[in-house]
């Protein structure tokens, strides 16, 4: 950790991940503007499992992409453990994505020409961690999420719900604080979508990985200790 991740860890408490404040996003498109996001606050605490509900257009999504620093919003502030999360340099902030946030996508965007085995250790590489320690971690998860004698596959010899198990795999590989995923279960059957909504939860409870799952399935939402609904771009009032 360098000084000033170490600076914006210890200026925050102990339960408290993320605090956004007032958030707004809006694009400039023609001479228009379209606001997406308006005045969204929300507290989310290490450990806790979310999900995020609304109608298509609602702003799920754009919210999702600024919590993992994939998108910046245009007013407001994401607190993260008590510092500014986009007071951070853009070195800074990829340095962050990398090692505090796992990302999970409707779409499990894996490499083709890679296994189970090499699309598990990408990020862990990428932060230039040792090959054969990279290895050693992913292997150990993908047997912990029942892939052990498919690690050698490449994506096109795996079914979709093993494909989304080894993006689960990947997204955790780094060990991250919190894991974002955007409708993890929207391309896959229902009974194969309800497996890889249980691998979450159960890692979760394993982990204590804080959670936040952005869906349209109502039935994994009321799963959820909280819930809340997006509307308009503003947080619904009847969100627990």
């Excluded at 702003?59 to 407001?76: E, M, N």
């Excluded at 079914?159 to 991250?176: D, F, N, T």
Aim: with cysteine; glycine share 10%; hydrophobic share 40%.
């Amino acid at each position: 950790m360098n000084n000033t991740e170490r600076q914006h860890a210890e200026s925050g408490t102990d339960d408290s991940l993320l605090q956004v404040q007032d958030i707004c996003k809006a694009y400039a498109h023609n001479g228009t503007q379209t606001v997406v996001l308006n005045g969204v606050n929300l507290s989310v605490r290490a450990g806790d499992l979310l999900a995020i509900i609304g109608p298509s257009g609602a702003g799920k999504s754009t919210l999702l992409h600024i919590l993992g620093a994939l998108d910046s919003p245009t007013g407001g502030r994401v607190l993260y453990r008590g510092g500014d999360l986009f007071a951070r340099t853009a070195a800074e902030l990829a340095r962050f994505r990398n090692r505090r946030i796992g990302f999970i996508f409707q779409f499990h965007h894996l490499l083709p020409e890679f296994n189970a085995l090499e699309n598990t250790c990408m990020p862990a590489l990428i932060a230039g961690e040792d090959a054969r320690s990279c290895r050693e971690k992913a292997r150990e998860l993908l047997e912990r999420i029942g892939l052990g004698s498919r690690m050698h596959h490449k994506p096109g010899e795996l079914s979709g719900g093993e494909q989304q198990r080894v993006a689960v795999a990947r997204a955790l590989i780094m060990g991250p604080e919190l894991v974002l995923a955007d409708e993890p279960t929207g391309n896959l059957d229902s009974h194969t979508g309800q497996e890889v909504f249980d691998l979450l939860l159960e890692l979760n409870a394993r982990t204590r990985t804080t959670l936040i799952i952005v869906t349209h399935n109502e039935e994994f939402a009321r799963r959820m200790p909280r819930c809340i609904t997006l509307r308009d771009g503003a947080i619904a009032p009847h969100a627990r």
